[in-house]
């Protein structure tokens, strides 16, 4: 059964920090060809893609959060991590983490609103 939970999400100001993680279980994500991400949700528009990790490590950020957000993962705990800095009122929406193979998770990034990949249930981050 896999199962991503993810956690951290909350109400900042803007020009603070937040850190979200991302537990997996059920899933070995570790290995060759699997990718993990971070896609969000602001309310009445479509999900996008922010950010991703590849099994070697590589990371992708999506324009909006190129120099403010970095995403990685502790192998050892199961978890895939985004830290957010320097917030705006831009970055308000429901947080997710995915996870997939490499295949399927670059036809998400590219289109975040097609039914591929393990999902969590999201985490709200709200910024004012």
């Known amino acids: 059964h896999v199962q991503l939970v993810e956690s951290g999400g909350g109400s900042v100001q803007a020009g603070e920090t937040l850190t979200l993680s991302c537990l997996v279980s059920?899933?070995?994500?570790?290995?060759?060809?699997?990718?993990l991400g971070w896609f969000r949700q602001a309310q009445g528009k479509q999900r996008e893609a922010i950010a991703a990790?590849?099994?070697?490590?590589?990371?992708e950020y999506a324009d909006p959060v190129k120099g403010r957000f970095t995403i990685s993962k502790d192998n050892a705990k199961n978890t895939l991590y985004l830290q957010m800095n320097n917030l705006t009122p831009d970055d308000y929406a429901m947080y997710y983490c995915?996870?997939?193979?490499?295949?399927?998770?670059?036809?998400?990034?590219?289109?975040?609103?097609?039914?591929?990949?393990?999902w969590g249930q999201g985490t709200q981050v709200t910024v004012s």
């Open positions: 990790i590849s099994s070697d490590d590589r990371p």
């Open positions: 995915a996870a997939d193979n490499d295949y399927r998770f670059a036809a998400l990034w590219r289109d975040p609103g097609i039914d591929v990949g393990y």
């Open positions: 059920g899933y070995t994500y570790n290995r060759p060809g699997i990718c």
